[in-house]
């Protein structure tokens, strides 16, 4: 089965960045959607990020100019770029994976463990 590795979260000044990161492995697949969420204590769990095989990326309004989603194909992983970071960014981040075969059949829906990062003022 698919699983998803997140990493890269840690504390980190106001305006400052980090790079998290989620890496797949346990599968053969040919398309994929790979997200990331973010949901603070008290909030409900929110999309951040996502790219999507063939397509462009797309960003929830907060992060938009703040936050890039790219992917690594050496280390077949999909990194979230984070700079400026405020303390509202303060969350436990999650990536989702959505994995497809030829014809867009999907054989894959996973969710990584989260990674907390946390932004002081």
């Known amino acids: 089965e698919v699983q998803l590795q997140a990493s890269g979260g840690g504390l980190v000044q106001a305006g400052g960045s980090l790079r998290l990161s989620c890496a797949a492995s346990g599968f053969t697949f040919d398309d994929y959607a790979i997200g990331w969420f973010r949901q603070a204590p008290g909030k409900e769990r929110e999309g951040v990020a996502r790219?999507?095989?063939?397509?462009?990326?797309e960003y929830a309004d907060p992060v938009k100019g703040r936050f890039t989603i790219s992917r690594d194909y050496a280390k077949n992983t999909v990194d979230l770029q984070m700079n400026r970071l405020k303390p509202e960014d303060t969350a436990v981040y999650y990536c989702?994976?959505?994995?497809?075969?030829?014809?867009?059949?999907?054989?894959?829906?996973?969710w990584g463990q989260g990674t907390q990062v946390t932004v002081s003022s």
């Open positions: 790219v999507v095989s063939g397509a462009s990326t």
């Open positions: 989702h994976g959505d994995f497809y075969v030829t014809g867009w059949t999907r054989v894959a829906n996973v």
